[in-house]
């Protein structure tokens, strides 16, 4: 049951993504590339002082990959910087580990089912590796290799 409700909010994320959008006035934005699957994105990041404004997204990739980037900035908004990088850690430990699933990760937990396809892992982090670079102001192209 569980997992249903969780594979019909991917799909619905990946059908309908939000913030699916480019952003003319981002104060910073990040490609990401995942060369297993193909995924590519580019994340736009609207900075408030140390607030997370508004955050968006333009990208072609696989399911796991769009839902991640719609659900990453849903998240996002009205976040500090510090917040926003705590909580990319915990989503890692959520694909990676076998940790329990932190109470305040929200719909983030949707994701929980990604940890027994080790090959999808990457699909869904792909948002989050460039939220970091985006945050850190390091203007490059980032692959998951
Ligand atoms: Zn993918």
């Not at 006035?25 to 995942?34: L, P, Q, V």
Request: hydrophobic share 35%; with cysteine; glycine share 6%.
């Amino acid at each position: 049951m569980v997992d249903d409700l969780y594979q019909e909010t991917i799909l619905d994320h990946t059908k309908h993504p939000r913030n699916c959008h480019a952003m003319a006035d981002a104060t910073r934005s990040a490609e990401g590339y995942n060369p297993l699957c193909g995924d590519k994105l580019k994340l736009f990041i609207k900075m408030d002082g140390d607030v997370v404004k508004d955050a968006s997204f333009l990208g072609s990739g696989c399911a796991i990959s769009t839902a991640s980037a719609s659900l990453m900035t849903e998240s996002l908004k009205g976040k500090t910087r510090d917040e926003a990088l705590k909580l990319l850690e915990k989503f890692h430990d959520l694909l990676t580990t076998d940790s329990p699933v932190s109470k305040d990760m929200g719909k983030l937990v949707v994701f929980c089912g990604v940890r027994d396809y080790p090959a999808r892992v990457k699909c869904a982090t792909l948002a989050w590796h460039t939220l970091k670079t985006a945050l850190n102001g390091t203007p490059e192209t980032v692959t998951t290799e």
